[in-house]
């Protein structure tokens, strides 16, 4: 069974501050990675994806991958109230099938 | 900007009944997808289409489930005998490859 675990938290972090989220995988064969944040209630909305080991930004997020200790994480700076929300590490398997962690609830104090 | 759109937001049925869910993917997607959702869990894999054909199924997406490309922008989930445990938020995403998939707003479904 392909799986994609993350801390379900919460994970409370002052506004301005760096929130880290995490990600493991089991499928070593796996090819693509992306983090999406969903809001309550709401379909999930890509954040970014990442393919290559190392780092990748965009804007005040920065995704993490390390293939060989099959590891994915999601680095926000200067975290905002409207950051709190749900996020979805996701893992495509190869073909067709992406599969999707549990989340991490993240909560941003003003 | 190209979005995936779903119809209806919210739908009510009655155990027993069959329910068809619509898509629209982005036009230029060739890849379509079918997700679920029930309230506070994990998002789950259905299906997989591609060509006018599954891809992939997982092991929720049994004998009761069908999809279909009825023409060119339409792509429905039916859900043949609907189950109590059947209520959930269904998500339909596409895209060009392995790549990320775009999701529309989703299909809240409510089997009473």
């Known amino acids: 069974q392909k799986e994609v675990e993350q801390n379900s938290g919460p994970l409370s972090v002052p506004e301005g501050a760096i929130a880290s989220l995490n990600c493991t995988y089991s499928?070593?064969?796996?090819?693509?990675f992306f983090w999406y944040r969903q809001y309550s209630g709401k379909s999930p909305e890509l954040i970014m994806f990442?393919?290559?080991?190392g780092d990748k930004e965009d804007g005040r997020f920065t995704a993490q991958l390390n293939k060989a200790s099959q590891y994915v994480s999601l680095l926000i700076r200067d975290s905002q109230p409207s950051d709190s929300a749900t996020y979805l590490c996701?893992?495509?398997?190869?073909?067709?099938?992406?599969?999707f962690g549990a989340g991490t609830r993240l909560f941003v104090k003003a | 900007e190209p979005e995936v759109t779903q119809t209806p937001s919210h739908q009510v049925t009655q155990m027993g009944q069959e329910v068809i869910l619509r898509c629209v993917p982005i036009?230029?997607?060739?890849?379509f997808y079918w997700y679920r959702q029930i309230l506070g869990q994990k998002v789950e894999f259905l299906v997989s289409?591609?060509?006018?054909?599954?891809?992939?199924k997982s092991e929720i997406f049994d004998d009761q489930f069908s999809v279909e490309r009825p023409d060119g922008s339409n792509f429905t989930l039916k859900i043949r005998s609907t189950k109590l445990e059947d209520s959930a938020m269904y998500f339909c995403?596409?895209?060009?490859?392995?790549?990320?998939?775009?999701f529309g707003q989703g299909t809240r479904l409510t089997v009473v």
């Open positions: 990442i393919y290559s080991n």
């Open positions: 289409f591609y060509n006018n054909e599954i891809s992939e």
């Open positions: 995403a596409s895209n060009s490859g392995a790549t990320e998939a775009f």
């Open positions: 499928d070593r064969g796996s090819q693509s």
């Open positions: 036009s230029n997607h060739l890849y």
């Open positions: 996701a893992v495509n398997t190869g073909g067709f099938k992406t599969i």
